[in-house]
T-cell receptor, first 115, second 117 residues
Framework: AQSVAQPEDQVNVAEGNPLTVKCTYS??????LFWYVQYPNRGLQFLLK??????LVKGSYGFEAEFNKSQTSFHLKKPSALVSDSALYFC?????????????FGGGTRLMVKP | EPEVTQTPSHQVTQMGQEVILRCVPI?????FYWYRQILGQKVEFLVS????????KSEIFDDQFSVERPDGSNFTLKIRSTKLEDSAMYFC???????????????FGQGTRLTVV
């Protein structure tokens, strides 16, 4: 079985400061990892993914994430937060041997960026 | 930019009634999904659909649920007899086939909020 943990329900950051949203995962085999963002009353919007290769992946809106196999983590980062980054962020994993290709999501982390 | 569209955005139904949630996936995508998110909880997988059949379903997806791709463009989720606990946001998603079948990301619709009263 695959699982994802986002240990922080909420992360508060001042605008202009770096942000980190944490994610750890558990799968059998190699993971495919994703970050999605959900703005109020909107669907899930894809941010970035790790499939293979460079452990640091870059995505939309200046976000990046670092895959760490030994720590089974895929933390989302941004060097300088914007107020408009305030939203709900979900980490998700898909296992290589997942026949149905389903995503397993973490519980979500609410990011609050204050001016 | 192509997107997944879902209708209606909000559906209110009485307990025991049947509901059909509709989705139009992105046109060149081959994999289709339904997920749900009960208020304040995590997004949960319901079912995946490929090549006109269910490829995987979760424990949530019991006999009260069914999916259909009736006309090559729509993808529907039917709940035969709704229960109060079916109240949730339901998300449709689609994914195209990559060279490695698992490496492409899923695109989600804006969701249908189902309220069972």
């Amino acid at each position: 079985a695959q699982s994802v943990a986002q240990p922080e329900d909420q992360v508060n950051v001042a605008e202009g400061n770096p942000l980190t949203v944490k994610c750890t995962y558990s799968v059998s085999g190699n993971p495919y990892l994703f970050w999605y963002v959900q703005y109020p009353n909107r669907g899930l919007q894809f941010l970035l993914k790790y499939i293979t290769g460079d452990n640091l992946v870059k995505g939309s809106y200046g976000f990046e994430a670092e895959f760490n196999k030994s720590q089974t983590s895929f933390h989302l980062k941004k060097p300088s937060a914007l107020v408009s980054d305030s939203a709900l962020y979900f980490c998700a994993v898909r296992a290589l041997n997942n026949a149905g290709n389903m995503l397993t999501f973490g519980g979500g982390t609410r990011l609050m960026v204050k001016p | 930019e192509p997107e997944v569209t879902q209708t209606p955005s909000h559906q209110v139904t009485q307990m025991g009634q049947e509901v059909i949630l509709r989705c139009v996936p992105i046109s060149n995508h081959l994999y289709f999904y339904w997920y749900r998110q009960i208020l304040g909880q995590k997004v949960e997988f319901l079912v995946s659909f490929y090549n006109n059949e269910i490829s995987e379903k979760s424990e949530i997806f019991d006999d009260q649920f069914s999916v259909e791709r009736p006309d090559g463009s729509n993808f529907t989720l039917k709940i035969r007899s709704t229960k109060l606990e079916d109240s949730a946001m339901y998300f449709c998603a689609s994914r195209k086939s990559g060279g490695d079948r698992l490496n492409t990301e899923a695109f989600f619709g804006q969701g249908t909020r189902l309220t069972v009263v």
